[in-house]
């Protein structure tokens, strides 16, 4: 996958957390989660994005490092929501999560590449 497909990846990753918690917005008791789901989801795009910028090895390095726990954050919260019965469609909920436990194996597998050179 090349830099700018896994950009439109992560773009879209953001794009479809915030779908799944905008109904959350709503109700002052899931808010905090839709919060914390949009905040993490965001930053897994927006830090790829700084990530392929880096001026040095050490600094991609260090973004590609946030994207990961980013991704896994928001593995995270989708787990949460799933386990507190938050009302959602199912197959968004486990689209999304898919797609962050995805992301976090990627991005894992980068950092590390990225620190063994």
């Known amino acids: 996958m090349t830099p700018t497909e896994l950009k439109a990846r992560t773009f879209q990753f953001s794009l479809q957390s915030y779908r799944l918690a905008k109904p959350w917005f709503k109700e002052q008791e899931t808010r905090h989660v839709a919060h ?8 897994v795009a927006s830090n790829y994005r ?24 928001s593995a995270f919260w989708t787990e949460l929501a799933q386990a507190a019965h938050f009302p959602a469609d199912p197959v968004l909920v ?3 999560h898919l797609e962050a436990c995805e992301l976090t ?11 063994g050179r």
């Open 36 to 43: 914390q789901l949009v905040r993490a989801s965001s930053s």
């Open 50 to 73: 700084a990530a392929c910028f880096g001026r040095s090895r050490a600094e991609f390095g260090a973004k590609i490092g946030v994207t990961r726990e980013e991704a896994d954050e």
């Open 94 to 96: 486990r689209a999304v």
């Open 105 to 115: 194996r990627i991005f894992d597998a980068s950092f590390r590449t990225s620190r």
